[in-house]
T-cell receptor, first 112, second 113 residues
Framework: GENVEQHPSTLSVQEGDSAVIKCTYS??????FPWYKQELGKRPQLIID?????GEKKDQRIAVTLNKTAKHFSLHITETQPEDSAVYFC???????????FGAGTILRVKS | DSGVTQTPKHLITATGQRVTLRCSPR?????VYWYQQSLDQGLQFLIQ???????AKGNILERFSAQQFPDLHSELNLSSLELGDSALYFC????????????FGQGTRLTVV
């Protein structure tokens, strides 16, 4: 079926360390892969996205990589800070762009 | 502020009842998505509408239905409510398909007692 698997479900890192979250998707036609951050009690907000014609994208401390052959993509956060603590969701477009399916989420805790 | 408005913010109702959640998308957005987020759970895709027509369906229960009106606002109807339906219901919108950024509303927290 159409699904996005996300690992790990929880991640604790020390402030200043890097964090990596990985996702795999099932639909080989998927062409859009956004990452959302959701702080407690708030709405999910886009932090970075990547399209299938690009292998890597970076925005300051955040980067996303995509391996279309293996159907997986990853979020990399460097020099983590306490304010990075949140739930992170990956997503992939499916059904030729008609459906945005989310992973189960990763709770990131940055310890100071 | 994402520009997506959901009402009400909170809703408490009894089992067996029926409720309607409302979503006003960003100005100009034709697509509306509905998601359910239960406690400690991810975002479960329910349904998508595009310019008034249903475009994609997720694991939406038969007790749930939705529609998008000519002015592009959308409503999610939940009937015969059960305790397990208690969740945060998000609406999101974007200009067209699911291959561009979706902007989320602040959600409606439904509590079924």
């Amino acid at each position: 079926g159409e699904n996005v698997e996300q690992h790990p479900s929880t991640l604790s890192v020390q402030e200043g360390d890097s964090a990596v979250i990985k996702c795999t998707y099932s639909d080989s036609a998927s062409n859009y892969f956004p990452w959302y951050k959701q702080e407690l009690g708030k709405r999910p907000q886009l932090i970075i996205d990547i399209r299938s014609n690009v292998g890597e994208k970076k925005d300051q401390r955040i980067a996303v990589t995509l391996n279309k052959t293996a159907k997986h993509f990853s979020l990399h956060i460097t020099e983590t800070q306490p304010e990075d603590s949140a739930v992170y969701f990956c997503a992939a477009s499916m059904e030729y762009g008609n459906k945005l399916v989310f992973g189960a989420g990763t709770i990131l805790r940055v310890k100071s | 502020d994402s520009g997506v408005t959901q009402t009400p913010k909170h809703l408490i109702t009894a089992t067996g009842q029926r409720v309607t959640l409302r979503c006003s998308p960003r100005s100009g957005d034709l697509s509306v998505y509905w998601y359910q987020q239960s406690l400690d759970q991810g975002l479960q895709f329910l349904i998508q509408y595009y310019n008034g027509e249903e475009r994609a369906k997720g694991n939406i229960l038969e007790r749930f239905s939705a529609q998008q009106f000519p002015d592009l606002h959308s409503e999610l109807n939940l009937s015969s409510l059960e305790l397990g339906d208690s969740a945060l219901y998000f609406c999101a919108s974007n200009p067209s398909g699911a291959d561009t950024e979706a902007f989320f509303g602040q959600g409606t927290r439904l509590t079924v007692v």
